[in-house]
T-cell receptor
Framework: AQSVAQPEDQVNVAEGNPLTVKCTYS??????LFWYVQYPNRGLQFLLK??????LVKGSYGFEAEFNKSQTSFHLKKPSALVSDSALYFC?????????????FGKGTMLLVSP | EPEVTQTPSHQVTQMGQEVILRCVPI?????FYWYRQILGQKVEFLVS????????KSEIFDDQFSVERPDGSNFTLKIRSTKLEDSAMYFC?????????????FGDGTRLSIL
């Protein structure tokens, strides 16, 4: 079975500082990993994905994520946070062994960026 | 940019009543999904649909639930006899190909409130 853990309910960072939102995963095969962002009263918006290749993937709005196979992690990062980045962030995984396209989500991490 | 659209945005229903949630996936997409998010909890997979049949479903998707693609554009989720615990945000998603490395695109959701 596939699973995702986001250990932090909330991350607080000052505008202009770097941010990291943590994610670890568990799969039986190789993972496809995704980050989504959810703004209030909106659906989930795709940010970036890791499928294969370079461990550092770049996505929308200046976000990037680093895949670390040995630590089974896929942390979301941004060099300089903006107040407008404040939102709920979800990490999701799909197991390449499962044969299906189901996404399993973490519980989400609220990112609060203060001015 | 093409979007997944969901109607209504908020549905209030008496317990025991049937409810139909509607979704219009992105027009050239082939795979369709329903997820739900109970308030304060993580996003949970319900069902995936491809080629006019269910390809995968979770334990949540019991006999009270059904999905249908009644025409070339709509994708519906029906809950036959609603329970209080069905109160949640329901998200529809679609993806373009059969390859599980493609991101799913989500609608803004329908908030279902069961009284």
């Amino acid at each position: 079975a596939q699973s995702v853990a986001q250990p932090e309910d909330q991350v607080n960072v000052a505008e202009g500082n770097p941010l990291t939102v943590k994610c670890t995963y568990s799969v039986s095969g190789n993972p496809y990993l995704f980050w989504y962002v959810q703004y209030p009263n909106r659906g989930l918006q795709f940010l970036l994905k890791y499928i294969t290749g370079d461990n550092l993937v770049k996505g929308s709005y200046g976000f990037e994520a680093e895949f670390n196979k040995s630590q089974t992690s896929f942390h979301l990062k941004k060099p300089s946070a903006l107040v407008s980045d404040s939102a709920l962030y979800f990490c999701a995984v799909r197991d390449t062994n499962s044969g299906y396209s189901t996404l399993t989500f973490g519980k989400g991490t609220m990112l609060l960026v203060s001015p | 940019e093409p979007e997944v659209t969901q109607t209504p945005s908020h549905q209030v229903t008496q317990m025991g009543q049937e409810v139909i949630l509607r979704c219009v996936p992105i027009s050239n997409h082939l795979y369709f999904y329903w997820y739900r998010q109970i308030l304060g909890q993580k996003v949970e997979f319900l069902v995936s649909f491809y080629n006019n049949e269910i390809s995968e479903k979770s334990e949540i998707f019991d006999d009270q639930f059904s999905v249908e693609r009644p025409d070339g554009s709509n994708f519906t989720l029906k809950i036959r006899s609603t329970k209080l615990e069905d109160s949640a945000m329901y998200f529809c998603a679609s993806s373009g190909t059969e390859y599980s490395n493609q991101p799913q695109h989500f609608g803004d959701g329908t908030r279902l409130s069961i009284l």
